[in-house]
């Protein structure tokens, strides 16, 4: 008897809280996976990402990388400013290891913020990948109720896409929440 | 079912139930205080209020309690900077609680044009103490129009039918002359480039 409640209680009150949680993530696991984006115009951005149209819009397939990180955040949440140098961090973490430089790519997008908005977080925090707005809030209507920052960890084989990976709030570490992302992709 | 043995099954439905709770911690725990505490108010009126001020006009001057401590008047400024007053609706509310946060990382665009930013917000003074230590430190002067209730926002004509203020911001140049206007839809923020740009304008 005993055991049984030891093991069926636990059971009963995490197995919804997961299926709920899976199902969120699914919700917003589709939404990334279909995001469009505007050709950044500047030709490094261009460059790091690997996309070889010059104008126009294009989807997260085109990202010249095995492993995307997309971080969500916005120019007005505190929790993002403050994260900011972590998330610079992260980029860094990529950029040192060789293994990793081309394979993983980290871009931002700012939830509801304007172009205006976005360069000028770029510029203050020194963000050193890229950053994309969302000027008409298409992308934070379509994630409701997320919160800031968010991470999602995508798989591409440059025709599908796979996320694998979402985290919500600020990650500590950026070589810890690295590790986990490439842990979760099965690449390490 | 014997009494020593009811003991043992509710210790162990507790101990359950600690265990489950145990697990389902770092799914609800990432500390985001700001943004959980928020009071969800839904889509209201863009507007619905009547300025009592025009571009062109002397801004109304006012004293009112600082967050701080102390009292701020606009004619603290006259003279030497611009002024930027940022009413907002509410305290807790989605948009304002990430209003000011911006305004908050853009000081030095604020200083290179020569502007002070006055937050202004209908609520008391120990509500707009939680709300702004939630945001962080802000480098910018909070005011309560708590008491008289909205008498700064109403003398402005932008006091709402229920209590609360506009989203509004009024910019003032040195001579303490309203140069700029903007009622903005209570349901969205104002873009920062707008702010910008009516800051430039006044020194051209």
């Known amino acids: ?10 059971l009963m009150l995490i197995v919804p809280l997961i299926l709920w949680a899976s199902g969120e993530n699914q919700q917003y696991y589709k939404v990334i996976g279909q995001l469009r984006l505007a050709v950044p115009t500047d030709a490094g951005d261009q460059s790091y990402l690997g996309i070889r149209q010059k104008s126009g819009q294009f989807g997260l397939v085109d990202v010249d990388a095995e492993i995307i990180i ?38 931002g997008i700012g939830v509801g913020n304007s172009p205006f908005e976005v360069k000028f977080f770029r510029k203050k925090y020194s963000v050193p990948f890229p950053l994309f707005d969302d000027a008409n809030s298409a992308v934070l209507n379509s994630l409701t109720g ?32 690295l590790q986990t992302v490439l842990r979760k992709a099965g690449a390490r | 079912m014997t009494g020593e043995r009811m003991k043992k099954n509710c210790r162990s439905i507790l101990i ?4 489950a709770a145990l697990f389902c911690m770092p799914v609800t725990a990432p500390a985001q205080d700001l943004k959980q505490s928020i009071y969800q108010v839904g889509t209201l009126k863009p507007v619905d209020s009547v300025l009592k001020v025009r571009v062109g006009e002397r801004a109304p001057d006012f004293t009112l309690r600082a967050v701080s401590g102390g009292t701020v008047s606009l004619k603290d400024y006259a003279g030497k900077k611009n002024v930027m007053i940022s009413f907002v609706p509410a305290a807790w509310t989605p948009v304002c609680s990430d209003q000011w946060p911006g305004y908050n990382i853009v000081q030095e665009e604020f200083e290179r044009l020569n502007t002070v930013l006055i937050g202004i917000s209908v ?6 103490h939680a709300w702004t230590r939630a945001m962080g430190s802000l480098w910018f002067p909070v005011l309560s129009d708590f008491w008289p209730h909205g ?3 109403d003398t402005y004509g932008v006091l709402r039918s229920d209590g609360t203020s506009e ?3 009024f910019i003032i140049d040195t001579q303490g002359i309203i140069r ?10 104002p873009p920062l480039e707008d702010i910008i740009g009516e800051l430039e304008k006044l020194n051209k």
């Open chain 2, 167 to 169: 989203r509004a911001i």
């Open chain 2, 151 to 153: 008498k700064v926002a």
């Open chain 2, 16 to 19: 359950a139930f600690g265990t």
């Open chain 2, 180 to 189: 700029s206007i903007d009622v903005h839809d209570i349901n969205a923020r």
């Open chain 1, 1 to 10: 008897m005993n055991r049984l409640v030891l093991g069926i209680i636990p």
């Open chain 1, 70 to 107: 997309v971080e969500i955040f916005s120019m007005y949440c505190p929790h993002c400013q403050r994260h900011a140098p972590e998330a610079n961090k992260l980029y860094q973490e990529i950029m040192a290891d060789r293994s990793l430089a081309k394979k993983v790519k980290v871009l």
């Open chain 1, 146 to 177: 997320i919160q800031t920052p968010t991470y999602f960890g995508l798989k591409n084989d440059g025709r599908t896409l796979t996320p694998f990976f979402m985290q919500q709030g600020p990650y500590d570490d950026a070589k810890v929440f």
């Open chain 2, 123 to 128: 609520d008391n003074v120990p509500t707009l």
